[in-house]
């Protein structure tokens, strides 16, 4: 394998895009189903054969079974899925026939990952909900369990559960929490796969500064400096954002949204530029820390 396929093997497309209007900086709304397709087959194209989704991203599921259906990869798509709630499941209805559903609707036999959408959900992971995921593997409905984590702490909990061989957390050129925390040493450490997500903080990264809410004022200075960076280095945002990510956690996965089939030509381009020299330790040591009520974006509408 060469090493520009090392490079883009490392590449998820997010696919909350496609079942519902996702993003602080969507302006499209929801593609129709010809751009949806069009996204999916150009992310294939491009040496991307993995697609991160959930049960609560509207239809997702559903688009993304009858785009692998038309596209013929459904035997060689890799898919990870999130459930929704575990208070949506029980009433008489086991946790593996939600997943039945899930598999259905992306018209594949078998999810590369499940994960537990939420970090609140850990709370739940009682002797029957754990019996209940195991039995998911047993029944080879998936590949590997894991737990999708907004916090540092909640990210440890999950790597102290012997249960899950994949997180997914949030970490960009602004939020380094997980990091600092050690986290990504600690699953390395357990042999837990990472999955990154929220490279551009959903968007908030690649901003205009007067685009920016006032209740989000904080982020404008740091919005500055990294167009200084960008400058310096010759690079927009969206390169330096996603260099950063690629260089600084080089045995993750990193997962990235497109509302448009060029957004991701453009993506997988900068994944592949050559990065300057030395700006790994010069964007460490840039930004302040900015408050959780910006990094967390479940607090943003709050």
């Not at 593996?96 to 970090?119: D, G, I």
């Amino acid at each position: 394998m060469t090493e520009t396929n090392d490079l883009i093997s490392r590449l998820v497309l997010g696919t909350a895009q496609l079942g519902m209007p996702y993003g602080i900086t969507n302006k499209r709304g929801k593609p129709d189903f010809s751009t949806a397709l069009s996204i999916v087959q150009t992310a294939w194209e491009s040496g991307i054969s993995e697609f991160d989704t959930a049960q609560a991203y509207g239809d997702s599921e559903h688009i993304l079974g009858r785009i692998f259906t038309e596209l013929g990869i459904v035997q060689k798509a890799r898919v990870t899925s999130k459930l929704q709630s575990i208070q949506t499941y029980g009433e008489g209805k086991p946790l593996y026939q939600f997943v039945e559903e899930s598999l259905e609707r992306l018209k594949v036999s078998k999810l590369e990952c499940l994960l537990l959408h939420r970090e609140d959900m850990l709370d739940r992971l009682d002797d029957d909900l754990r019996e209940s995921l195991l039995t998911l593997l047993q029944r080879d409905y998936v590949r590997y369990l894991g737990v999708s984590v907004y916090s540092p702490n909640r990210a440890k909990l999950a790597l102290e559960c012997n249960l899950f061989h994949v997180i997914q957390v949030p970490a960009s050129i602004l939020d380094r929490r997980f990091d600092r925390a050690g986290v990504f040493e600690i699953a390395y450490e357990r042999n837990c796969r990472i999955y990154i997500r929220s490279v551009f903080l959903q968007g908030l990264a690649l901003m205009n500064a007067e685009d920016v809410s006032e209740k989000m004022a904080s982020v404008k200075p740091v919005l500055a400096i990294l167009d200084c960076f960008a400058l310096r280095y010759q690079l927009n945002r969206q390169a330096l954002a996603m260099l950063y990510i690629r260089d600084r956690f080089p045995r993750t996965k990193v997962i990235f949204g497109a509302e448009l089939p060029e957004q991701v030509l453009q993506n997988t381009r900068c994944w592949q530029l050559k990065a300057p020299e030395d700006f790994l330790t010069e964007l460490d040591n840039a930004f302040p820390v900015l408050d959780e009520s910006i990094l967390n974006p479940v607090m943003w509408y709050q």
